[in-house]
């Protein structure tokens, strides 16, 4: 399992993206909204670009609410004791791979073979 002092950091990087993804929703949201506020004054061009902008926003949402799941079951785990160790294996996640990714649940080997890498 990985130190004091590294588990503290992780968690402030974690925070840190929670904080970054919840502003982006936000901002996502009101931008969603003058979209929706703006469509009784708009013509068909108008119509179709705000569609194709809107589908982009939910996309995006989508992507940032898997992560902010992700970040937040991160969360717990360092709060039980549990961050740092392989989901599936329960051997240690590299910190490099923690650095990289700190919502990662498996190690390099669990997830290579996952996705059906072999090494």
Known sequence: MADAN??????????????????????QANETRDIAN?????DSIDDAS??????KLEAVNKLDADRL????????????G???KCLRCGKPI?????RALPFAVLCLDCKHAQEGFHR
Do not use: C, H, V, W
């Open 94 to 98: 590299p910190e490099a791979r923690l």
């Open 69 to 80: 799941k992700a970040i937040n079951n991160a969360l717990d785990r360092i709060r039980t």
């Open 82 to 84: 549990r961050y740092g």
């Open 38 to 42: 703006s469509a009784e004054i708009n």
């Open 6 to 27: 590294f588990t503290k950091e992780m968690e402030q990087e974690l925070l840190a993206m929670k904080q970054e993804i919840l502003a982006r929703l936000a901002d």
């Open 50 to 55: 705000n569609e194709i902008t809107l589908k």
